[in-house]
């Protein structure tokens, strides 16, 4: 079964900290890993997105990297803010469906 | 408006009876997603449009799930027969294209009495 494992479920940063956020996939047919945000009572907004021919991608403060030989991909949110508390969804597609992972709450602390 | 419009915003039923769901895509997006998000879980992928292509329906849970797409705009997902079980917010995403970004609408949170 196509899975995407996201890990840690949740997550506290102090301000200015780096929110590290770890996804790691099954299905080499994967082409496209996307990042989203969802704030409580909200559709996801995407973050940021990359595709496996990079190894990293950068808007920002977002950064994602991506190891393709282990079949794994991260969200760095550098300098963390109090508005960035919210919960964060990777996700892996494929022909346009995407399959996502559980989410991780992030809560940043003044 | 600009964004993917959904609606109802909420909605409450009793088991037994069907519901529809309507999603407005963004103009000129081709592919059109329908997603399941339970209390503090994942999206779940239901089912797919692109353009006029048969449909990708192989994540719809049961047969009492189904969804058109009339005129390749205007998407509605119908339950029939509701279960306590498919309380959820249902998500509908629209794209350029497929394994373009996906943008989500804010959700349809349905609740089974």
């Known amino acids: 079964q196509q899975q995407v494992k996201q890990s840690p479920q949740s997550l506290i940063v102090q301000k200015g900290g780096i929110s590290i956020i770890n996804c790691a996939y099954e299905n080499t047919a994967f082409d496209y890993f996307p990042w989203y945000q969802q704030f409580p009572g909200k559709g996801p907004a995407l973050l940021i997105a990359i595709r496996p021919d990079v190894s990293e991608k950068k808007e920002g403060r977002f950064t994602i990297s991506f190891n393709k030989s282990a079949k794994q991909f991260s969200l760095h949110i550098m300098d963390s803010q109090p508005g960035d508390s919210a919960t964060y969804f990777c996700a892996a597609g494929q022909g346009g469906k995407l399959i996502f992972g559980q989410g991780t709450e992030l809560s940043v602390k003044p | 408006g600009a964004g993917v419009s959904q609606s109802p915003s909420n909605k409450v039923t009793e088991k037994g009876k069907d519901v529809e769901l309507r999603c407005d895509p963004i103009s000129g997006h081709t592919a059109l997603y329908w997603y399941r998000q339970s209390l503090g879980q994942g999206l779940e992928f239901l089912i797919y449009f692109q353009g006029n292509s048969a449909p990708d329906k192989s994540g719809l849970p049961s047969d009492r799930f189904s969804a058109e797409r009339t005129g390749g705009s205007v998407s509605t997902l119908t339950i029939q027969r509701t279960q306590q079980e498919d309380s959820a917010v249902y998500l509908c995403?629209?794209?350029?294209?497929?394994?373009?970004?996906?943008?989500f609408g804010d959700g349809t949170r349905l609740s089974i009495l």
């Open positions: 995403a629209s794209s350029f294209s497929p394994n373009q970004p996906q943008h």
